[in-house]
C-alpha cells in the first residue's frame, strides 16, 4: 500500500513539473509573440515616418527604395532579432538559417510595402 501512495505522489509530481514546464513554454512563446510584434509596429512607424519625409518629394522611386533599404536600422535590427526568437521559439526544430531567411524577407516585405506605397501615391510629374 505504501508503494502505491509513493508511485501516486511520484506520478502527480512529474504531472506537476511537466504542466509547469508546458505553462513556461506558453509563457515564452507568447513573451516572444510579443516581442514580434512590437517590433515589426517599430518598424513599421519608422518606416511610416521616412515615407513622410517633405525630402521625398521629386525622388525618383530607385533612390527612395535606397533611402528605405538604410532607414531606421535599429528598429530593422530589433524586428529581425525578435522575429528570429519568435520563429526559433514556435518551430525549435527548424534550422536556425531557415528562421533567419524568413525574418530577412519579412523586413525586406516591410521595405517593398513602403516603397510600393511611395510609388502608387507619388504626386504626378508636372
Known amino acids: 500500500m505504501r508503494m502505491l501512495t509513493v508511485g501516486a505522489t511520484l506520478v502527480m509530481m512529474t ?31 519608422c518606416l511610416a515616418r521616412e515615407y513622410s519625409r517633405d525630402s521625398n518629394q521629386g525622388m525618383t522611386d530607385q533612390d527612395f527604395g535606397r533611402s528605405v533599404a538604410g532607414a531606421c536600422p535599429s528598429e530593422r535590427q530589433y524586428y529581425r532579432v525578435a522575429l528570429l526568437g519568435y520563429l526559433t521559439t514556435q518551430y525549435p526544430n527548424i534550422d ?5 531567411a524568413t525574418a530577412n524577407r519579412a523586413v525586406e516585405s516591410a521595405q517593398k510595402d513602403i516603397v510600393s506605397a511611395f510609388v502608387k501615391h507619388r504626386p504626378p510629374a508636372k
Open 15 to 45: 504531472s506537476a513539473a511537466m504542466m509547469t514546464s508546458v505553462m513556461a513554454d506558453d509563457d515564452d512563446a507568447r513573451s516572444a509573440q510579443k516581442l514580434a510584434q512590437q517590433g515589426r509596429d517599430d518598424y513599421w512607424h
Open 96 to 100: 536556425a538559417g531557415a528562421h533567419l
